[in-house]
């Protein structure tokens, strides 16, 4: 994977999250942040982090933002805020803005001011537990692709454990594909119609909203 350059505007829980995602992964992180407190907790995880107020043009001009191969805007709970330094970083020639909205009204600001990403990281929090909740202890991830498409991982039911997957016909019956199994920590992909089912087995399944909710309703 190439190593990327990334900038962080925000220390909030969303531009905590994001920095410790981004570092595990390798990737270069610069980070703003105006909280010296928070700036502090950080300074053993980043290299190179700035206790700056980022509303300040002369700061992310003299970052060179139009070198980072993305900037993220994490400070969503000021909407002033967070359209000034959009603006800013658009104007500065960044290549591209990630920015959190708290609400609809303002990702349509950040988009038109030009944002090439909207964050809403609460709701799609709220979402990702909504289908956990539906089926407890069964579902550990959740991934919508698209408004009407979505990836579900899910422990094998019953009804499905010790059968092949030819046997169950999911594709025709329910209208979903199994794309995956995660067994004893190892990923079979793309599972032919000769694999069976084994107990605690957890499968990847795509399909529609509604075809998956229904299979995870038997």
Same mark, same amino acid.
């Given at each position: 994977?190439?190593?990327?350059?990334?900038?962080?505007?925000?220390?909030?829980?969303?531009?905590?999250?994001?920095?410790?995602?981004?570092?595990?992964?390798? !990737?270069?992180?610069?980070?703003?942040?105006?909280?010296?407190?928070?700036?502090?907790?950080?300074?053993?995880? &980043?290299?190179?982090?700035?206790?700056?107020?980022?509303?300040?043009?002369? &700061?992310?001009?003299?970052?060179?933002?139009?070198?980072?191969?993305?900037?993220?805007?994490?400070?969503?709970?000021?909407?002033?805020?967070?359209?000034?330094?959009?603006?800013?970083?658009?104007?500065?020639?960044?290549?591209?803005? *990630?920015?959190?909205? &708290?609400?609809?009204?303002?990702?349509?600001?950040?988009?038109?001011?030009?944002?090439? %990403?909207?964050?809403?990281?609460?709701?799609?929090?709220?979402?990702?537990?909504? !289908?956990?909740?539906?089926?407890?202890?069964?579902?550990?991830?959740?991934?919508?692709?698209?408004?009407?498409?979505?990836?579900?991982?899910?422990? *094998?039911?019953?009804?499905?454990?010790?059968?092949? %997957?030819?046997?169950?016909?999911?594709?025709?019956?329910?209208?979903?594909?199994?794309?995956?199994?995660?067994?004893?920590?190892?990923?079979?992909?793309?599972?032919?119609?000769?694999?069976?089912?084994?107990?605690?087995?957890?499968?990847?399944?795509?399909?529609?909203?509604?075809?998956?909710?229904?299979? %995870?309703?038997?």
């Amino acid at each position: 994977m190439k190593r990327c350059s990334i900038l962080v505007i925000g220390l909030g829980y969303f531009g905590q999250a994001v920095v410790r995602e981004l570092v595990r992964m390798g !990737h270069e992180v610069v980070v703003i942040e105006k909280n010296p407190e928070l700036v502090e907790d950080f300074r053993d995880l &980043v290299e190179d982090l700035r206790c700056a107020d980022a509303t300040d043009e002369n &700061v992310l001009r003299n970052l060179g933002v139009q070198h980072f191969d993305a900037c993220v805007v994490a400070t969503g709970t000021d909407l002033g805020n967070s359209v000034l330094i959009t603006a800013t970083l658009k104007e500065l020639g960044a290549r591209f803005i *990630a920015a959190k909205a &708290v609400t609809e009204r303002q990702a349509h600001i950040l988009e038109k001011i030009g944002a090439n %990403l909207i964050v809403f990281p609460e709701r799609e929090a709220g979402e990702r537990l909504a !289908h956990q909740l539906l089926s407890p202890g069964r579902i550990s991830a959740y991934l919508e692709l698209d408004p009407d498409w979505s990836l579900e991982e899910l422990e *094998a039911p019953k009804w499905m454990v010790g059968k092949k %997957l030819k046997d169950l016909d999911l594709r025709r019956k329910y209208g979903v594909t199994v794309i995956a199994i995660k067994r004893n920590g190892k990923m079979i992909p793309n599972p032919g119609g000769e694999d069976s089912i084994l107990a605690k087995d957890h499968l990847l399944i795509f399909g529609k909203n509604e075809d998956l909710e229904r299979i %995870l309703s038997l």
